[in-house]
């Protein structure tokens, strides 16, 4: 079984910087991307970066374009996400995700880690 776990998340001021990472364990898969979704209160879970595994493919939500950064390390199986110039709406629970080659979607999900931004 593949389990994915977030780090880096905390309390930062408005303007401050985080670096979340999202490490996978146990049973080896062929994954065919990797993602960071977030969820606040009230709101609806969205898409945040995504990064293909094989190839240099990114994805950013408009609301994070500039100032955040997906990277991935494939031969330690782990994939990072640096937070710059952070805003008190990028407060969420923010979660790692991973599409397996075989799957429509993103199927495997971390615990989430939570980011808040005070002002």
Known sequence: QVRLVESGGGLVQVGGSLRLSCAASGRPFSRYA????RQAPGKEREIVASIRWSGPNTYYADSVKGR??????????????????LKPEDTAVYYCAAQRVESPKYDTWGQGTQ???SS
């Open 34 to 37: 990797t993602a960071w979704f």
């Open 68 to 85: 955040f950064h997906i990277s991935k390390d494939v031969s330690g199986n782990t994939v990072a996400l640096q937070m710059n110039s």
């Open 115 to 117: 980011v808040t931004v």
